[in-house]
């Protein structure tokens, strides 16, 4: 794909403010939401001066992040993941200090894991409030970025420093809601600057990021733990968060309606007609609204949407139970210390490179090998439809569906002493590799069949997959206790089987069951 193709699929996934622009060759476009809480959404039609735009007024722009210099935009993307990595990681830093915390405080091993579960409860909450401030022009993306990593960083030194675990457990899902803008805008940040034919790389590198965190976050703090005090798990999150907020203080702006309005870069009768629906596009409650709302309809009425919303909280909630199961597992069956434990996390590091590499593979094949899978589909019958330019997204997720319930009974069924630990690694890189892939593609394909609601819909994601994880930290402790790692696991591998039937389901006959979606989107081919 040219970089100059029109980008209105993915223009309209995460820029997608009333006054967003179409790269097409003549015409800039603006639309709004249709609708947000009763108040109805003008689209622009005035004279034609004011609703048709020539490119170089904002596509040949200097101030465009599309065609700022390729190492600024490199090294913007590399802070936007360096932060998002950092917040994650947060995340998992705390497990280490799980038995410390039981053994000094004596509590339980469910109120000890809320130091984990409630921080990830909180950066899913996060997003349905940050995604609409953030798309507010005259906020935007880079404000709300730094402004609630100085929170998070305040909020973490108190967390460092408080005696109650009550209260350590309360500063905990405020780091989580003041980490989340990464979650809620980092994806939306790379496409505000990167072109369609280069955005899905940027983003399965940004996915990367937030994926690995978690992985690295016990190996971080597990020497700290163990030689100091649990305590550190915080001081070391605060210190790592340093500078990263500096690098956010001097990240530039690069949600383009934001820039534009900060520059006037655009006529007089332009901003003339942006001032005449800013009380609209402008209010914080109305797009909060538009965000809780937009996605639960869009989710009752669609098929492939709840899909999607079912099946990754499943698969990401899965993946936080690796954070049960590796202590209830390893330790006693391989008589391993904390320090080799933490090590075996790596494992998931290891999976999510192998999957980037695997999907960049995909995404650089030759067009004529798409062109051939195309001309190979099969016919449109009475029973099933040939996959649309939106199901193609699927296709690396198809194969990876497989190997989520093979890798799980994989893992399960190794962890033994009679079979070396390298067995259930595998299992576990594996399961990895397939989930990443799975997530990766179908956040591509929720926006390209939905993009006016696109934002709201991975706000709505985002919630559904966290909750889910912060509860599956809690319900894998005694599932794996009672039942045992190879049973366990089994019932956990039996359920995302089911993940397999719905996915070639969506893969081809996606299009009929948007049909009768009042709210799909009929976009120009």
């Known amino acids: 794909m040219s970089p100059d193709l029109p980008c209105i699929v993915f223009v309209r996934s995460f820029l997608h403010k009333p006054d967003n622009i179409d790269h097409t060759e003549h015409h800039v476009r603006q639309e709004t939401p249709k609708q947000i809480d009763g108040h109805t959404h003008r689209r622009k039609h005035s004279s034609d001066s004011e609703k048709t735009l020539t490119v170089e007024d904002w596509a040949t722009s200097r101030e465009n992040p599309h065609n700022w210099p390729l190492a600024k935009?490199?090294?913007?993307?590399?802070?936007?993941?360096?932060?998002?990595?950092?917040?994650?990681?947060?995340?998992?830093?705390?497990?280490?200090?799980?038995?410390l915390v039981m053994q000094e405080l004596h509590l339980s091993e469910q109120r000890a894991m809320l130091g984990l579960?409630?921080?990830?409860?909180?950066?899913?909450?996060?997003?349905?409030?940050?995604?609409?401030?953030?798309?507010?022009?005259r906020i935007?993306?880079?404000?709300?970025?730094?402004?609630?990593?100085?929170?998070?960083?305040?909020?973490?030194?108190?967390?460092a420093d408080v005696s109650n675990y009550s209260a350590f457990i309360f500063l905990r899902f405020m780091q989580g809601l003041f980490g989340s803008p990464c979650l809620a805008n980092g994806g939306a940040s790379m496409h505000d600057l990167y072109p369609e034919s280069q955005f899905p790389y940027t983003l399965a590198l940004w996915v990367a990021a937030a994926y690995c965190g978690p992985a690295l976050g016990p190996l971080l703090t597990n020497s700290l733990v163990n030689n100091i005090s649990w305590k550190w798990t915080m001081w070391l999150l605060a210190c790592m968060s340093?500078?990263?907020?500096?690098?956010?203080?001097?990240?530039?702006?690069?949600?383009?309606?934001?820039?534009?309005?900060?520059?006037?870069?655009?006529?007089?009768?332009?901003?003339?007609?942006?001032?005449?629906?800013?009380?609209?596009d402008d209010n914080p409650l109305a797009k909060l609204k538009f965000y809780l709302v937009k996605p639960v309809q869009i989710t009752l009425q669609d098929p492939a949407i709840l899909f999607a919303?079912?099946?990754?909280?499943?698969?990401?909630?899965?993946?936080?139970?690796?954070?049960?199961?590796?202590?209830?597992g390893y330790p006693p069956v391989y008589n391993v210390s904390t320090t080799t434990l933490s090590l075996f996390y790596l494992s998931v590091l290891v999976g999510c490179l192998l999957a980037v590499?695997?999907?960049?593979?995909?995404?650089?094949?030759?067009?004529?090998?798409?062109?051939?899978?195309?001309?190979t589909s099969p016919k449109s019958t009475p029973t099933h439809t040939p996959p649309t330019k939106h199901e193609?997204?699927?296709?690396?997720?198809?194969?990876?569906?497989?190997?989520?319930?093979?890798?799980?009974?994989?893992?399960?069924?190794?962890?033994?002493?009679?079979?070396?630990?390298?067995?259930?690694?595998?299992?576990?890189?594996?399961?990895?590799?397939?989930?990443?892939?799975?997530?990766?593609?179908?956040?591509?394909?929720?926006?390209?069949?939905?993009?006016?609601y696109a934002a709201s819909l991975f706000a709505a994601n985002d919630f559904c997959r966290s909750t889910l994880a912060a509860g599956a930290v809690h319900f894998g402790i005694p599932l794996y206790k009672n039942l045992g790692m190879a049973r366990g696991s089994s019932v956990l591998g039996g359920v995302s089987g089911l993940g397999v039937l719905g996915l070639l389901g969506i893969y081809y006959f996606g299009e009929r069951l948007r049909a009768k979606s009042r709210f799909v989107e009929r976009l120009v081919e």
Request: overall charge positive; aromatic content about 18%; charged content about 5%.
């Open 242 to 280: 340093g500078p990263v907020c500096i690098l956010l203080f001097l990240l530039p702006e690069t949600y383009a309606p934001t820039i534009r309005y900060r520059s006037n870069a655009f006529n007089t009768s332009h901003n003339q007609n942006n001032n005449n629906t800013s009380s609209q």
């Open 357 to 375: 590499a695997a999907y960049f593979t995909y995404l650089s094949l030759p067009n004529y090998l798409r062109k051939h899978h195309d001309n």
């Open 309 to 328: 919303n079912i099946y990754t909280s499943f698969i990401y909630g899965t993946y936080y139970t690796f954070f049960d199961a590796f202590p209830i």
């Open 117 to 137: 579960s409630i921080y990830v409860l909180g950066y899913g909450v996060g997003p349905l409030l940050w995604g609409p401030l953030s798309e507010i022009p």
């Open 73 to 99: 935009r490199v090294i913007t993307s590399l802070v936007v993941y360096i932060y998002t990595f950092v917040v994650y990681s947060g995340s998992s830093m705390f497990i280490t200090a799980v038995p």
């Open 392 to 452: 193609r997204h699927l296709i690396p997720a198809i194969p990876a569906t497989f190997l989520v319930p093979i890798s799980l009974f994989l893992y399960g069924w190794t962890l033994r002493p009679s079979i070396h630990w390298i067995v259930s690694i595998i299992g576990v890189t594996m399961y990895a590799s397939a989930v990443f892939i799975i997530l990766q593609c179908l956040s591509m394909y929720i926006p390209s069949i939905y993009p006016e």
């Open 140 to 159: 935007g993306r880079s404000v709300v970025y730094f402004g609630t990593f100085v929170a998070f960083i305040l909020v973490t030194i108190g967390a």
